[in-house]
T-cell receptor, first 109, second 114 residues
Framework: AQRVTQPEKLLSVFKGAPVELKCNYSYSGSPELFWYVQYSRQRLQLLLRHISRESIKGFTADLNKGETSFHLKKPFAQEEDSAMYYCALSGQGAQKLVFGQGTRLTINP | DTGVSQDPRHKITKRGQNVTFRCDPISEHNRLYWYRQTLGQGPEFLTYFQNEAQLEKSRLLSDRFSAERPKGSFSTLEIQRTEQGDSAMYLC????????????FGPGTRLTVL
């Protein structure tokens, strides 16, 4: 079964501190992993995907197949990073996204 | 704005009534998806279309739910005999078939069943 787990519903850090949002997945195969973000009053949007290996807005995420994890990291949090973050996976040949329940990140000034 | 649009943005209905939502994807996107999101949860997949063909349906999509994409452009999602448990945000997304078929989401339709 495909499953995405985000263990933290809420995460609060101070501006300038490092941020790590955890994501673990369950999938028998080679999934594609994504992080989506939803800022206040905005629609869900793609932040990054593992195949791109990009750094977007200072965020990076590394796929660890051994630990079945895809944690999102940023070395120095900014207030504008406050948002809802969803980890998601898509299976090989499958088009649908399976989402975790999300982590609400709050950056305190 | 050339993003995914959804109509209406909000819908309040009484239990037992039928409702229909519309989604207009990004132009030239041949894939269209419907998801449902309840409070405190991530979006859950309902169904998806490639052009006009409905290729996958979730078990969440009971017989009371039906989706169409008649000409491979806009799509409608109808819920018949609504129940209070249908109250949720209904999200539409679209993508273009290809190597990086990123799904772009609409603003959603929030349904409240009284």
């Amino acid at each position: 079964a495909q499953r995405v787990t985000q263990p933290e519903k809420l995460l609060s850090v101070f501006k300038g501190a490092p941020v790590e949002l955890k994501c673990n997945y369950s999938y028998s195969g080679s999934p594609e992993l994504f992080w989506y973000v939803q800022y206040s009053r905005q629609r869900l949007q793609l932040l990054l995907r593992h195949i791109s290996r990009e750094s977007i807005k200072g965020f990076t995420a590394d796929l660890n197949k051994g630990e079945t994890s895809f944690h999102l990291k940023k070395p120095f949090a900014q207030e504008e990073d406050s948002a809802m973050y969803y980890c998601a996976l898509s299976g090989q040949g499958a088009q649908k996204l399976v989402f975790g329940q999300g982590t609400r990140l709050t950056i305190n000034p | 704005d050339t993003g995914v649009s959804q109509d209406p943005r909000h819908k309040i209905t009484k239990r037992g009534q039928n409702v229909t939502f519309r989604c207009d994807p990004i132009s030239e996107h041949n894939r269209l998806y419907w998801y449902r999101q309840t409070l405190g949860q991530g979006p859950e997949f309902l169904t998806y279309f490639q052009n006009e063909a409905q290729l996958e349906k979730s078990r969440l999509l009971s017989d009371r739910f039906s989706a169409e994409r008649p000409k491979g452009s806009f799509s409608t999602l109808e819920i018949q005999r609504t129940e209070q448990g249908d109250s949720a945000m209904y999200l539409c997304a679209s993508s273009r078939l290809g190597r990086t078929d990123t799904q772009y989401f609409g603003p959603g339709t929030r349904l409240t069943v009284l």
